[in-house]
C-alpha cells in the first residue's frame, strides 16, 4: 500500500520552505501527499519553537493529531523543526505519541525516517543545523502557483540577547547566488511572478561566502530572471543595511518598495541590553535615507515590548517613536523569556501582564496611524498581482507591491479584465484602514 502522508506546517516562512522541500522529497519518493491529516497514514508536523506561544501551539497540534492514531488511519506521527532541534530528548521522552523526530538540519532524510518510524524504531535524526539546502532539491510549492519564497541563508551570526535561533538554526551561512538564481529560474518557469527573499538576516547575504555584502547584486540577479515581476525584501537587519542596497532598491524596476526592517525598540538603552546594532539616531537616519532615495517605499518593522528593565518611561519614548515615525507596518511582540538566552538571565524581568498591556497598547497606536496611510494613493493608478476572485462580493483580490503574502493588505477591484497570477492596472478610488479598493484599466 501507498503510504499518505500530510505535513502540518507552523511557524515562519522559512519553515514553509522547509515544507516545501519535505514535500518534494516524499512525492519524489512515490508516497501519496494529502492536504487532510485526516486522510493520512503519516502526518508530519514542521514546529516552531521561538516564543513561549508557538511553543505552546506546537505541542498542541502534536497531541491533537496524535489522536487520529484511534479515529482515522494515522500509523506514524512525526515531528520536525525548531522545536525538536531544541528539545529532542524532552519531546521523545514525555510525549510518547511522537513516532519519530528530525531537526532543522537533517529535514533532507526525511523519507529515511518515515521508513524507520513504520517500523516502529522511533528515529531521531537532530544533529548540528548545518545543513544548507541548494536547488538541485526537490520543492513543491504550497503557496498560490504565482508567489514563492526563497531562502536565501540560513542561521543567524548576531547573538541578540532575546533569540534562540542561533540554538535551532545554527552560524549564518549564505547560499551561493548561482544556487538562488537557479532555483528561481525553477519557480518561474512553473509560473511564480513574484520572489520573496528571506533569511534571518538577509542584508549580512554573502558576507561568509564572498569579499562583503553582495545582497543589493543578488536583487538584481534574481529580477533578471524571465517571468519574474517582483522582488520583495524581508528581514532586513538594520546593522548592515548599505546605501548600495538602498540604491538597488530605488534602481531596479522589479524590486518591490518594499522593506521588511525588524527594529525591536527605538531606546538606546534598551537596544544594547538586546544586543542590536546602532542607536536610535542611526535608525532615524537610515529610515528618512530610505524615504528620501525611495518616496513611495513601504517600512514594515516589529517591536519587542517588556523586554528586561523596559522601565515605563522607556515604553512611553517608544509609543511616541512609532507615533513619529509612521511606518507603514507593524508587528509588536511581547517579550518571550526564552531559556538558554542571555536575556534570560537578566534582572528586573517584568510581569506577564505588564508586557501584554504594553503589546496591546502599542498595536492600537499603530492602528490609529494605519487609518490614514493608504489615502495617498487614492486617485492614483498601481500595480496589483490578482490572486482570487470573491463571489460574494463579485471582486478580484490582490496585492500592490506595498504588501506582503498574508500578512499585509489587500486590494479590492472591479471591472478586472487580468486574470488571476497577472499583474494589473488598478486605479484606486477608497482607503480602508489596511486594504484598498479600486477599478481595474483594461
Known sequence: MIEKVSVVTLGCEKNLVDSEIMSGLIHERGFSL???????????????????????????????LAELKDTARLKALIVSGCLTQRYKKELME???????????????????????????????????????????????????????????????????TFCSIPIMRGKFRSRSVESIVSEVESL????????????????????????GFKLPELLNRVSEVPGIEWVRLHYAYPGFFTDELIDAIA???????????????????????????????????????????????????????????ETEEDFEKLCEFVREMKFDRL?????????????????????DEVKQYRANTLMEIQRESAKDLGSKFVGRTIDVLVERYDG???????????????????????????????????RITHAYEYDLSGEGIA
Do not use: W
Open 94 to 160: 514525555e510525549m510518547p505519541e511522537i513516532d519519530g523526530i528530525v531537526g532543522t538540519g537533517d529535514f533532507h532524510k526525511i523519507n529515511e525516517i518515515i521508513d524507520e518510524a513504520l517500523r516502529g524504531r522511533k528515529p531521531v535524526y537532530v544533529g548540528n543545523p548545518v545543513f544548507n539546502y541548494e536547488e538541485k532539491l526537490p520543492r513543491l510549492l504550497t503557496t498560490q502557483r504565482h508567489t514563492a519564497y526563497v531562502k536565501i541563508a540560513e542561521g543567524c551570526d548576531n547573538a541578540c
Open 188 to 211: 518561474a518557469a512553473q509560473g511564480v511572478r513574484e520572489i520573496s527573499l528571506i533569511a534571518q538576516d538577509s542584508t549580512n547575504y554573502g558576507t561568509d561566502l564572498y569579499e
Open 331 to 351: 508587528g509588536v511582540f511581547a517579550y518571550s523569556q526564552e531559556e538558554d538566552t542571555p536575556a534570560n538571565r537578566l534582572p528586573d524581568q517584568l510581569p
Open 34 to 64: 494529502v492536504d487532510k491529516p485526516e486522510d493520512a497514514t503519516v502526518v508530519i508536523v514542521n514546529t516552531c519553537g521561538f516564543i513561549d506561544a508557538a511553543k505552546e501551539e506546537s505541542v498542541n497540534t502534536i497531541l491533537n
Open 251 to 309: 534602481s531596479n524596476p522589479k524590486v518591490c518598495d518594499y522593506i521588511d526592517m525588524p527594529l525591536q525598540h527605538s531606546e538606546d538603552s534598551i537596544l544594547k541590553r538586546m544586543r542590536r546594532p546602532g542607536r536610535q539616531r542611526d535608525v532615524r537616519d537610515l529610515v528618512g535615507k530610505i524615504r528620501a532615495r525611495i518616496p513611495d517605499v513601504a517600512l514594515r518593522t516589529s517591536m519587542i515590548v517588556g523586554f528586561p528593565g
Open 392 to 426: 460574494r462580493s463579485d471582486v478580484f483580490v490582490g496585492r500592490s507591491q506595498y504588501d506582503a503574502p498574508e500578512v499585509d493588505g489587500e486590494v479590492y477591484i472591479s471591472n478586472c479584465k487580468a486574470q488571476i497570477g497577472e499583474i494589473a492596472k488598478v
